[in-house]
């Protein structure tokens, strides 16, 4: 290979400097802590090694961390100066001359090259930057006696672990190692066109070539240091020309020298051929610069028909500098948070869609051996077409370093951002190289993207949910450990923060939710882990809904469906730090009833398992948190709709069975606690089949949509005949043996019937998702209905505003560093909001068409003497009229009253509370006849005996509030025993006056307005 003039400069650069005399001489890394470094000085006089440090660079940092001052040393003539690790064995220590390091330089490992530093530079150097086990478990003697700025191996002899025979004195001086033959070859021929170079057999164990090769290539990318376990100092080339053979891969790799390389230089390397845990990498010994400011431009990512799956497109780029286009059909699958792998944040993308998690469309099954369940094959083509998006730098917190203008806030966004990704987008203009490790392709960025880089296409955001219209929007929304106990609220049972670690970080959480709630708009609304900190003025519920009621207006106003005391343990809903809570407007629905369901807890005894070489017990003791679970009525109907709030035990912390069955592992994807969700979804489903009516299961039941639990509430008519739905062993329903009632003993249960129950959302969108997790997606989230309901719904969707979001658009700063925070919806939690909306045919209130003329109302209007404008002296059990003076309210309305506007009276017994155990909502439709009167009168039902608020609001046929009333507070009175007397007997006037108390007529009496 010919070089000119400017290649002989460049390789100059690179090589080295000379200080003929000093060099290191020998490197001992042996076992335990045999290590010794020697140095020599191969000239004919003593020399003082005065501005000379030895150092050592940790794991190939590409950084001289460590040094050792040489100044105060002279070597005499032909000798050398040995130091030594202060434990090293007896035969180290043995060496003539050998003193110990003190400094730390000579506790190195194979991956730590050692260094003499001259006045702060490299005089002379053994190993290579980047992390690579240069010299692991080894012992390398000199033979070539010319100190080198670069590591050329080729001037060292190896010998076994912990050989020392040389140590102390030169020996063979200057002898040359046998004649190098170099072959001269092409990127293309050692990456060949199978999954490995022809030069190696991984198969057979044989990861590095026999033979050195020489090879040119074009600079595409330098790594100027090491980045996790994976990607070591180097540089990637590839061949300016090519071979024509698109099953050849024209780059490639190099572990080596990058001093003095720029991007466009064109190089030769010499070195070997090497297999890197699947990556083919040249491992060189020596670099030499061609020319310099070569362009090449990145080749297209395309499909052949003839690659056998998407991970064999990737290797036939493997090593070369690629651009993802709108072709390539790259879309994200994961947005930029944290990889466990190589522990840094990147972005995942795959082929032609999105990952789905493999349980979302198929039966659980045990991922071992072949590929022979649906489960199984979705999971390997979900690896197949995955690539990671990476950076050559660990990203800082809250920077992605490819894309500077990330969650930047523009003129014209008004406290949001548009430069965002989102699951789903499709990426377009990205350019990078392409390298593997931890079993992925990785792509290097090399460019820098922005906002158009990323097509939102059908992943883009909205503002509010786009739904058909109907009469009741019901939803569920995790609020993502929604506590402010922390912040004087009162505690929960376990006196755990899980939530907001400030004022400000609250704050942020609670304008995210609260906006995000309002766009949802839903009627009826299950929350998920709120804090479980009782129903008082200082409770997380109380907080949520003033903050959300601040926003709407009297009609839309939320209560809390609060369960009866005796339903409550210690005023808390179960014994967890968080709880389910469920929210509505009292003017679209009548709360009748607010029950608990409990649900099964596990009591087996213990068991220990050994899990990665660690003893690991698990206590047998597993709990999840109640259901929430009220009867409604629907304004203006005669239908009930119960609904049960629920969210499932985690897939996180295990149960009996993940230990004792499954040891530990996951071998079908279910996370843990899959038996013992069986056990819940049995239990919810016995329960619910009691109650008459119309019924929704909702919230977040922690399993993927053909996962065990969904299956038993649902169908199993996507599992294999012999699939069998196990409930957990040992669980009890409220307590323990000997407190609670026995569910299933030692033997568990097997489940063989479902209850029918549809999944609303997944029948209408089988792709969508509510949840993502590493790179895949699926549905943790449901509102499940009865089969009453299946022709009364309307319209079901995932509000997809946190799943496809990244999370450094949370409220936290935790991990986010200087990222722009926004109060928007966007990743307001880690769950989507499920959404249904329901139409009831037998409508009791049948809307007018509105009359858009206001008809007259009268100059006065004087009330009915039995339906006052306010409720006194109500009896228990007594139903009682009241009026709404249409007068009145027309002279407050913000707009005309029309013949068509729904006036309600909404009646519940929370008194300056939102928290009630009973609302009641009667309507009344306007007709000509209303106006003529000037008033109209409602019916309202026998109430307990207590404290109620009413109120009267008239809202237009679409619900748009007209008039609100201030809230009136009553009071119900015990109906009193009868007492037989003589003027009772004789029909006198104590008798009258009782029979007028008992119709709700006598003795008024009215509390406070506020």
């Known amino acids: 290979m010919k070089k000119n003039v400017l290649a002989l400069s460049i390789a100059t650069a690179l090589s080295f400097s000379a200080q003929a005399e000093i060099i290191i001489s020998e490197y001992i890394e042996g076992g335990s802590y ?34 050792l001052p040489l100044d105060d040393v002279t070597i005499a003539a032909n000798s050398v100066y040995v130091v030594i690790h202060k434990t090293a064995n007896d035969a180290i220590k043995a060496a003539a001359g050998a003193v110990i390091d003190s400094s730390g330089v000579v506790n190195h490992n194979g991956n730590d090259p050692i260094a003499l530093l001259k006045n702060g530079s490299v005089h002379d150097m053994v190993g290579v930057m980047g992390g690579e086990d240069f010299a692991k478990d080894i012992t390398l003697v000199r033979r070539v006696y010319s100190p080198s700025a670069v590591y050329n191996p080729r001037q060292w002899e190896t010998f076994a672990k912990d050989s020392s025979s040389d140590l102390g004195q030169l020996g063979a001086e200057g002898q040359e190692l046998a004649e190098l033959v170099v072959n001269e070859s092409t990127i293309m021929a050692l990456q060949g066109s199978s999954w490995s170079s022809p030069y190696t057999d991984p198969d057979n164990n044989k990861y590095v070539s026999d033979e050195t090769f020489i090879v040119a290539g074009v600079v595409t990318a330098i790594q100027t240091e090491k980045l996790g376990n994976d990607l070591g100092v180097g540089f990637f080339i590839q061949d300016g020309n090519g071979d024509n053979d698109p099953l050849t891969s024209d780059g490639i790799f190099v572990i080596g020298n990058i001093s003095g390389l720029t991007v466009g230089d064109k190089v ?48 036939r780029h493997e090593g070369m500098f690629v651009a993802f286009d709108k072709q390539s059909d790259m879309h994200v699958t994961r947005s930029f948070s944290f990889d466990y792998g190589p522990y840094r944040n990147n972005l995942m993308v795959a082929n032609k869609r999105v990952n789905q998690h493999p349980n979302q469309s198929n039966a659980p099954a045990v991922h071992q051996g072949e590929l022979d369940s649906a489960a199984e094959k979705q999971t390997d083509d979900n690896q197949d ?5 990476e950076s050559f730098i660990k990203a800082g917190d809250g920077i992605i370093p490819w894309y500077p203008d990330f969650a930047k806030e523009g003129a014209a966004q008004k406290g949001s951002s548009d ?3 989102r699951i789903g987008d499709v990426i377009d203009g990205l350019e990078g190289v392409i390298s593997y490790s931890y079993n992925d392709y990785r792509f290097y960025v090399t460019n820098q993207a922005t906002k158009e880089t990323f097509l939102h296409q059908a992943s883009d955001r909205s503002k509010a949910p786009v739904m058909q219209d109907g009469d009741l929007t019901i939803a569920t929304f995790n609020v993502l450990n929604y506590f402010n106990s922390q912040l004087g609220g009162e505690p929960n049972p376990l006196d755990q923060n899980r939530g907001a670690e400030s004022a400000e970080e609250f704050d942020r959480q609670a304008s995210k939710i609260v906006t995000a709630i309002v766009a949802i708009n839903a009627d009826i609304l299950g929350l998920m882990e709120i804090e479980n900190n009782g129903f008082g003025e200082s409770s997380a519920i109380i907080d949520l809904l003033n903050r959300l009621n601040a926003n709407l207006d009297d009609t839309n106003q939320y209560s809390i469906a609060q369960p009866q005391t005796e339903d409550l343990t210690n005023g808390f809903v179960g014994s967890d730090a968080i709880t389910s809570q469920i929210i509505f407007k009292a003017s679209k629905v009548s709360l009748e009833t607010v029950r608990i369901i409990k649900m099964p807890e596990q009591h087996a005894t213990p068991v220990t398992v050994y899990i990665d070489g660690q003893s690991e017990t698990e206590s047998g003791d597993n709990y999840m948190r109640d259901a929430i679970t009220p009867t409604f009525s629907i304004a203006g109907s005669d239908e009930k709709l119960t609904i049960s709030v629920n969210h499932l035990k985690s897939k996180g912390s295990p149960c009996w069975e993940d230990y004792k069955l499954q040891e530990g592992k996951d071998p079908d994807k279910q996370g843990s606690c899959e038996n013992l969700r069986v056990s819940a979804a049995y239990q919810l489903g016995e329960t619910m089949k009691n109650i008459e009516g119309n019924k929704l299961i909702m919230g977040d039941l922690n399993s993927y949509a053909n996962e065990d639990a969904i299956m038993v509430l649902t169908n199993r008519d996507n599992a294999p005949a012999d699939y069998q739905l196990k409930a957990a062993r040992n669980t009890y329903i409220g307590g323990p043996d000997g407190e609670g009632v026995e569910l299933h003993g030692d033997a568990g249960a097997i489940m063989t019937e479902s209850y029918g129950y549809a999944n ?62 926004y109060d928007n919806a966007y990743r307001s939690s880690d769950h989507d909001p499920a959404i249904v909306v329901l139409n009831f045919a037998d409508k009791s209130v049948t809307p007018i068409v509105p009359v858009v003329i206001t008809p007259a109302l009268p100059a006065k209007v004087d009330l009915p003497v039995d339906a006052p404008q306010e409720p006194a002296g ?65 019916e309202i039902e026998g109430l307990a005996g207590g404290d109620y608020t009413i109120q009267n609001i008239i809202t237009n046929s679409k619900g748009e509030q007209k008039f609100s009333a201030m809230p009136v507070y009553f009071s119900v009175q015990e109906r009193a025993a009868p007492i037989a007397t003589e003027s009772s007997i004789n029909g006198g006037s104590t008798g009258i006056l009782s029979l007028f108390a008992l119709l709700g007529l006598g003795f008024l009496r009215r509390k406070a307005i506020k």
């Open 419 to 421: 430069d965002y990704i």
């Open 385 to 389: 077409r995955r690539v990671v998006i």
């Open 760 to 821: 609303v959302i997944r029948d209408r969108h089988p792709e969508s998702h509510s949840y993502s997790y590493n790179d895949e997606v699926g549905t943790l989230d449901y509102i499940l209905a009865s089969a009453s309901l299946k022709d009364k719904i309307v319209d079901s969707m995932y509000w997809n505003i946190n799943s496809s979001e990244s999370s450094l658009f949370e409220y936290s700063t935790k991990y986010t560093g200087y990222l722009p925070k």
């Open 874 to 938: 109500a009896i228990s059990g007594v139903a009682f009229n009241i009026s709404l003076n249409l007068l009145d309210a027309a002279k407050t309305a913000n707009a005309d009253l029309i013949i068509g506007d729904i006036a309600s009276v909404l009646v519940n017994d929370g008194v300056n509370t939102r928290a009630v155990r009973v609302s009641n909502t009667t309507q009344k439709v306007l007709t000509g006849a209303d106006f003529e009167a000037g008033y109209i009168v409602f």
């Open 268 to 315: 030769a390397v010499t070195g070997k051929v090497k297999e890197d845990y699947g990556w083919t990498k040249i491992d060189s010994t020596l670099v030499e610069g061609l020319s310099r400011g070569s362009t090449l431009a990145a080749t297209a990512l395309r499909i052949l028909p003839t690659d056998e799956n998407f991970d064999f497109t990737l290797e």
């Open 34 to 67: 045999n290590k010794a470094i020697e140095i020599a000085n191969t000239g004919s006089s003593a020399l003082t090694l005065g501005g000379y440090a030895l150092a050592k660079s940790q794991n190939g940092s590409g950084e001289w961390e460590i040094s």
